[in-house]
């Protein structure tokens, strides 16, 4: 894999560097169309300075394999992987100054697999988002900068299901919640930084319902709030 990757960052370098002289020439086998008319090969273009903007893999004039997005600086901007014109295999994106920003698995164009988001100030991962077939499934985290887990939910076929879970950067639980078809329903428990309980209610479909019992961080009742009971 090392030697993949290092062949890979050689061939960019070269690339680049030749985009930056404009006086070269373009070999013959660049930016090539076959008998009617498609685009075969690999196909570059250029930014207004000379640079180079975009190198991309043709098939029969559909991308297929490597496309590369490169900024007017050469840093690269993508590295996305096409088959038959759609997206399938693992990407890559990049911010202005080369940081890795968002690396993800595309099926035939939909998404499939894991997502992870990246602070790219920190080189530390902002979110991971399970998907399959196009949709949200399994596991979805956020992360603050420092690394902990800030939030959790569960989905299944992109709907939030089950457990939601928010937590406070020194690592206990915020917030515990219960959700069915992407609405707030069942118990709800929200906690103070000390664990101490701060609020137990229900919830039905989305709305607050029978008594709400909010509490002091000695766990000492505040007060209780009754809301609508639910309807057998």
Do not use: C
Request: charged fraction near 25%; charge should be negative.
């Amino acid at each position: 894999m090392m030697k993949y990757a290092s062949l890979f960052s050689l061939f960019l370098l070269s690339i680049t560097a030749w985009a930056q002289s404009p006086q070269v020439d373009l070999p013959d086998n660049l930016n090539q169309r076959n008998e009617d008319g498609e685009k075969v090969g690999t196909w570059v273009k250029y930014h207004a300075g000379g640079t180079l903007n975009f190198l991309t893999q043709f098939v029969d004039g559909e991308r297929q394999g490597l496309r590369l997005v490169i900024s007017e600086h050469g840093q690269v901007r993508a590295q996305e992987m096409y088959d038959a014109d759609t997206l399938h295999g693992f990407q890559r994106y990049y911010d202005g100054q080369g940081r890795l920003e968002r690396e993800l698995n595309y099926n035939h164009g939909v998404k499939d697999g894991v997502e992870t988001e990246y602070y790219v100030d920190r080189g530390r991962v902002r979110a991971r988002t399970s998907w399959s077939n196009g949709e949200k499934d399994g596991i979805v985290e956020w992360y603050y900068p420092e690394g902990v887990v800030s939030a959790k939910y569960n989905y299944r076929q992109g709907s939030i299901e089950g457990l939601v879970e928010y937590f406070y950067l020194n690592g206990p639980r915020r917030s515990a919640t219960y959700y069915e078809n992407n609405q707030r329903h069942g118990e709800h428990k929200e906690f103070h930084e000390n664990g101490q309980m701060k609020t137990l209610g229900m919830y039905y479909e989305g709305d607050q319902v029978g008594l709400w019992t909010y509490y002091n961080e000695d766990g000492t009742v505040l007060r209780t709030q009754q809301f609508r009971e639910i309807e057998e």
